[in-house]
């Protein structure tokens, strides 16, 4: 699948922007400063995502995207047929068509991303690859509760949560998140999720800051989204980004760093910077297997199955509600 082509940014609903209002200025007003990573999402962040998951020091998506073309046969005998697939944080839907076409004769297609815009360009994108299927997109925060359509209540569902995206969330998140979706997959549901596993720190440290400044651009993008959407005066050239490695934690952090001593306002809210303070933009946690085999476990999940590629960077997780 090639891009999306042009996609028009329509800009927030006046809830969404207060939401995201709140969540900069509450993040912005303590000790450590910080912004939820959800919000790097605008249309332009999507697309910086997507070409960020082309270079080559992204191993994780077609490292996914192979395993997942290896295990086709074995997902498809384990899952059941004719289910509705519901994928949490689809973006640009770009694993959705080897995961569909794995199932036996899936019902339809279920996207939900935060990134209404994006969401909208790329389910329509699918549906005219798969012109069988029903597809019905849904905006929204994956974290919130969400109700599915009352005709899919009786019938199969198989949740998908491809590139690692669970590991933005720490791992008591991680639990609430997938306990939600075991409740909302029901009691005969299926998840299948892809996790990023521990492995060198060089190599985790290459994915997150690329040679050629891709990830720096979509950490970057968020300022410009707040100067944008909430009337900010952020200069970015002020601004660098920064990637670490907490072996403790056991995740990848984005910052966005302070160059000097600065006051940035937004809309009538000042926030001092000394040179160097960081804005912590983002979490990726690494998993051993076992370990996230105990966080899917203590929300209530059976593990079915799991697997890993050759060089052990990534794995894929079959989880199930029996
Ligand atoms: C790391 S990208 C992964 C995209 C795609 N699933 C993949 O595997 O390449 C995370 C995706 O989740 C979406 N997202 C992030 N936080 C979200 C939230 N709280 N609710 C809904 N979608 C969210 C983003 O818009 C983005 O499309």
């Known amino acids: 699948m090639d891009g999306l082509g042009d996609v028009e940014e329509t800009g927030l609903s006046e809830a969404e922007r207060e939401t995201f209002a709140t969540d900069v200025i509450n993040g912005l007003s303590g000790a450590a400063k910080s912004i939820p990573c959800k919000w790097f999402y605008d249309v332009r962040g999507s697309e910086l995502f997507e070409e960020i998951t082309r270079l080559d020091e992204y191993y994780p998506t077609r490292t996914e995207l192979s395993l997942l073309d290896d295990i086709a046969d074995d997902l498809?005998?384990?899952?059941?047929?004719?289910?509705?697939?519901?994928?949490?944080?689809?973006?640009?839907?770009r694993k959705s068509d080897l995961f569909l076409d794995a199932l036996n004769d899936p019902r339809g297609y279920v996207p939900i991303d935060v990134a209404a815009d994006y969401l909208e360009a790329a389910a329509g994108a699918l549906s005219e690859r798969q012109p069988h299927l029903q597809v019905r997109p849904i905006a929204g925060d994956f974290t919130e509760p969400i109700d599915l359509p009352a005709d899919m209540a009786e019938q199969p569902k198989v949740g998908f949560f491809p590139g690692s995206t669970i590991g933005n969330f720490e791992p008591p998140q991680a639990t609430r998140f997938l306990a939600q979706g075991r409740a909302m997959l029901g009691d005969g549901g299926h998840m299948v999720i892809g996790v990023d596993l521990k492995k060198d720190t060089d190599r985790l440290l290459a994915a997150y800051d690329d040679a050629q400044g891709v990830t720096a651009d979509f950490n970057l993008n968020l300022l410009d989204r707040i100067n944008r959407?909430?009337?900010?005066?952020?200069?970015?050239?002020?601004?660098?980004?920064?990637?670490?490695?907490?072996?403790?934690?056991?995740?990848?952090?984005?910052?966005?760093?302070?160059?000097?001593?600065?006051?940035?306002?937004?809309?009538?809210h000042r926030f001092e910077f000394r040179a160097g303070e960081t804005i912590h933009t983002e979490n990726s946690y690494k998993y051993a297997v076992e370990d996230f085999a105990g966080v899917a476990r203590a929300a209530g999940w059976t593990i079915d199955?799991?697997?890993?590629?050759?060089?052990?960077?990534?794995?894929?997780?079959?989880?199930a509600a029996a």
């Not at 384990?78 to 944080?89: C, H, K, Q, S």
């Not at 199955?305 to 989880?319: G, I, K, M, Q, R």
């Open 76 to 93: 498809g005998d384990r899952l059941p047929e004719r289910a509705w697939v519901i994928e949490f944080g689809s973006g640009s839907s």
């Open 229 to 268: 959407e909430l009337g900010g005066e952020f200069d970015r050239e002020r601004f660098r980004h920064q990637v670490r490695y907490d072996p403790d934690e056991g995740r990848i952090e984005m910052h966005l760093e302070s160059v000097d001593a600065q006051t940035v306002r937004i809309d009538g």
């Open 305 to 319: 199955h799991h697997w890993t590629d050759a060089e052990e960077l990534f794995s894929v997780h079959l989880l």
